[in-house]
C-alpha cells in the first residue's frame, strides 16, 4: 500500500477511509478490509479532509490521537458539512474511558470502539454501519424522487388551472373585440403594483410572494361577467342609458356568482386560493375609495385589498387603450386621472405605491399596445 498520495488501490463498490498516524494500524486494517471494500487511508487529520472533501467515502475508521488535528476535530468538521456529514464514523482509539466514549457520540459518531481492535467485531460493525447508511441513502433518493414527481404533477396542476383560467377571461373579453391585450397588461400590472405594495409595512404580511402569483393568476377573471351582459349593451359605441348602465353594472355580480359557484365545488384543503381572490376581484372592483362605486358602495378598507388594486390596474389600462367610444390616453393623461381620483375613487395609499413604479406601467402599455 502507499500512504503518500492517501490512496489504496483496491476496488470495490464500497470505500472505506483508515485515518491513523501509525502505519502499523493503518497496514493492518488494510489488511483486515481489503477483501471486501475499496480501502484508502490517511496519516492525519489535514490529509483526511482533503480525502474527504474529493467524494466517494462511504465510512471512516477514525483515530482520535493524532498530531496537527485529532479525530474528534476531523469529526466536527465531517459533520458539520453538509456534504460530508451523513458519512458514518466509528472511533478506533485506546481512549478507553466514559468521558472519551461520551464525547465521541455527542460529536455525532456512529460507534466507538478500543483499541486492540477485535477483528471479527470491526468487520461486523463496519458491515452494520454500511447497511445502515445504504438503507439511508436509498429513503433519501426515493424522497427526492418522490419530491421531484409531486413537483411535476403540481406543476401540471397549476399548468391546467392557468389555461383553464385564461380561456375563461377570453371567453368574457371576445364579446368584446376592443379589449386586445387588455387581459395580459392588468395581469402584469398587478403583479407589478403587488410587488411595490409589498414592499411597504402595511402590507408586508399580507402580500407574500405566494400570495402574489395568486393574485398575477386571479386578475385576468375580474371582467368574467361581461359574459352574462348583451351584446347591445356591452358593445354600444355611445353613452348608456341609466337603464343599460344598470345592466352593465350587473357584470359584476354575475361573476362573483360564477366563481362562488366554482369556489363551493372544491374542499377547503385543495388550496384553490386564486378562487377566493378572483372572486373578491370580479365582486369589488368598482367600488371606491369614498363608497360611491358599486355594487355594495363600500368604503375605503372594507373593499377588499385585491379588489382596490384591480380598480386602479383597470382604470389605467381602460384609459390608455383605444375603445369604440374613445380614443387611447397617453400615459402622463391617464396618471393625472388616476391622481385626480386618489382619496376619492383610489385608496391613496396605492396610488402613491402606483406613482413609484408608473414607468414600469408605461413600458407594459407600450410593450402590449393593442
Given at each position: 500500500?502507499?500512504?503518500?498520495?492517501?490512496?489504496?488501490?483496491?476496488?470495490?463498490?464500497?470505500?472505506?477511509?483508515?485515518?491513523?498516524?501509525?502505519?502499523?494500524?493503518?497496514?493492518?486494517?488494510?489488511?483486515?478490509?481489503?477483501?471486501?471494500?475499496?480501502?484508502?487511508?490517511?496519516?492525519?487529520?489535514?490529509?483526511?479532509?482533503?480525502?474527504?472533501?474529493?467524494?466517494?467515502?462511504?465510512?471512516?475508521?477514525?483515530?482520535?490521537?493524532?498530531?496537527?488535528?485529532?479525530?474528534?476535530?476531523?469529526?466536527?468538521?465531517?459533520?458539520?458539512?453538509?456534504?460530508?456529514?451523513?458519512?458514518?464514523?466509528?472511533?478506533?482509539?485506546?481512549?478507553?474511558?466514559?468521558?472519551?466514549?461520551?464525547?465521541?457520540?455527542?460529536?455525532?459518531?456512529a460507534d466507538y470502539l478500543t483499541k486492540p481492535i477485535?477483528?471479527?467485531?470491526?468487520?461486523?460493525?463496519?458491515?452494520?454501519?454500511?447497511?445502515?447508511?445504504?438503507?439511508?441513502?436509498?429513503?433519501?433518493?426515493?424522497?427526492?424522487?418522490?419530491?421531484?414527481?409531486?413537483?411535476?404533477?403540481?406543476?401540471?396542476?397549476?399548468?391546467?388551472?392557468?389555461?383553464?383560467?385564461?380561456?375563461?377571461?377570453?371567453?368574457?373579453?371576445?364579446?368584446?373585440?376592443?379589449?386586445?391585450?387588455?387581459?395580459?397588461?392588468?395581469?402584469?400590472?398587478?403583479?407589478?403594483?403587488?410587488?411595490?405594495?409589498?414592499?411597504?409595512?402595511?402590507?408586508?404580511?399580507?402580500?407574500?410572494?405566494?400570495?402574489?402569483?395568486?393574485?398575477?393568476?386571479?386578475?385576468?377573471?375580474?371582467?368574467?361577467?361581461?359574459?352574462?351582459?348583451?351584446?347591445?349593451?356591452?358593445?354600444?359605441?355611445?353613452?348608456?342609458?341609466?337603464?343599460?348602465?344598470?345592466?352593465?353594472?350587473?357584470?359584476?355580480?354575475?361573476?362573483?356568482?360564477?366563481?362562488?359557484?366554482?369556489?363551493?365545488?372544491?374542499?377547503?384543503?385543495?388550496?384553490?386560493?386564486?378562487?377566493?381572490?378572483?372572486?373578491?376581484?370580479?365582486?369589488?372592483?368598482?367600488?371606491?375609495?369614498?363608497?360611491?362605486?358599486?355594487?355594495?358602495?363600500?368604503?375605503?378598507?372594507?373593499?377588499?385589498?385585491?379588489?382596490?388594486?384591480?380598480?386602479?390596474?383597470?382604470?389605467?389600462?381602460?384609459?390608455?387603450?383605444?375603445?369604440?367610444?374613445?380614443?387611447?390616453?397617453?400615459?402622463?393623461?391617464?396618471?393625472?386621472?388616476?391622481?385626480?381620483?386618489?382619496?376619492?375613487?383610489?385608496?391613496?395609499?396605492?396610488?402613491?405605491?402606483?406613482?413609484?413604479?408608473?414607468?414600469?406601467?408605461?413600458?407594459?402599455?407600450?410593450?402590449?399596445?393593442?
Amino acid at each position: 500500500m502507499t500512504l503518500d498520495s492517501g490512496f489504496f488501490t483496491e476496488d470495490s463498490k464500497r470505500t472505506v477511509l483508515i485515518v491513523d498516524d501509525t502505519p502499523d494500524n493503518l497496514t493492518l486494517l488494510h489488511e483486515l478490509l481489503k477483501d471486501n471494500y475499496q480501502v484508502k487511508a490517511a496519516v492525519n487529520g489535514v490529509v483526511a479532509i482533503n480525502i474527504i472533501n474529493k467524494g466517494g467515502i462511504d465510512i471512516i475508521l477514525l483515530d482520535i490521537m493524532m498530531p496537527e488535528m485529532d479525530g474528534y476535530e476531523v469529526c466536527r468538521r465531517v459533520k458539520r458539512d453538509h456534504e460530508t456529514c451523513d458519512i458514518p464514523i466509528i472511533f478506533l482509539t485506546a481512549k478507553s474511558s466514559i468521558e472519551d466514549e461520551t464525547m465521541g457520540f455527542n460529536l455525532g459518531a456512529a460507534d466507538y470502539l478500543t483499541k486492540p481492535i477485535s477483528p471479527p467485531l470491526l468487520l461486523a460493525r463496519v458491515k452494520t454501519h454500511l447497511d445502515i447508511k445504504a438503507s439511508k441513502d436509498f429513503l433519501k433518493n426515493q424522497n427526492v424522487l418522490l419530491e421531484k414527481e409531486v413537483k411535476r404533477r403540481t406543476q401540471e396542476v397549476v399548468n391546467v388551472q392557468n389555461v383553464s383560467i385564461m380561456a375563461m377571461a377570453n371567453l368574457a373579453e371576445t364579446r368584446d373585440p376592443d379589449t386586445g391585450f387588455h387581459i395580459k397588461r392588468t395581469q402584469i400590472y398587478m403583479k407589478l403594483l403587488a410587488v411595490q405594495l409589498s414592499t411597504k409595512d402595511k402590507y408586508h404580511d399580507m402580500l407574500t410572494p405566494d400570495y402574489i402569483e395568486q393574485l398575477s393568476t386571479s386578475a385576468p377573471l375580474h371582467d368574467l361577467g361581461k359574459v352574462g351582459v348583451p351584446d347591445s349593451i356591452l358593445l354600444k359605441a355611445g353613452k348608456l342609458t341609466g337603464a343599460e348602465f344598470e345592466v352593465m353594472k350587473s357584470h359584476a355580480y354575475l361573476g362573483f356568482k360564477a366563481l362562488d359557484a366554482a369556489e363551493k365545488q372544491m374542499d377547503e384543503t385543495d388550496g384553490f386560493t386564486f378562487l377566493h381572490i378572483a372572486k373578491d376581484i370580479a365582486h369589488y372592483h368598482h367600488e371606491k375609495w369614498d363608497g360611491s362605486g358599486y355594487p355594495d358602495g363600500l368604503v375605503g378598507d372594507n373593499i377588499p385589498l385585491c379588489a382596490r388594486m384591480m380598480a386602479i390596474v383597470d382604470v389605467y389600462d381602460a384609459l390608455i387603450s383605444k375603445r369604440v367610444y374613445k380614443d387611447a390616453m397617453q400615459h402622463d393623461a391617464a396618471m393625472s386621472i388616476v391622481l385626480e381620483g386618489k382619496g376619492t375613487h383610489f385608496d391613496p395609499h396605492l396610488v402613491d405605491a402606483l406613482v413609484e413604479i408608473e414607468n414600469l406601467f408605461s413600458v407594459v402599455a407600450t410593450k402590449y399596445k393593442d
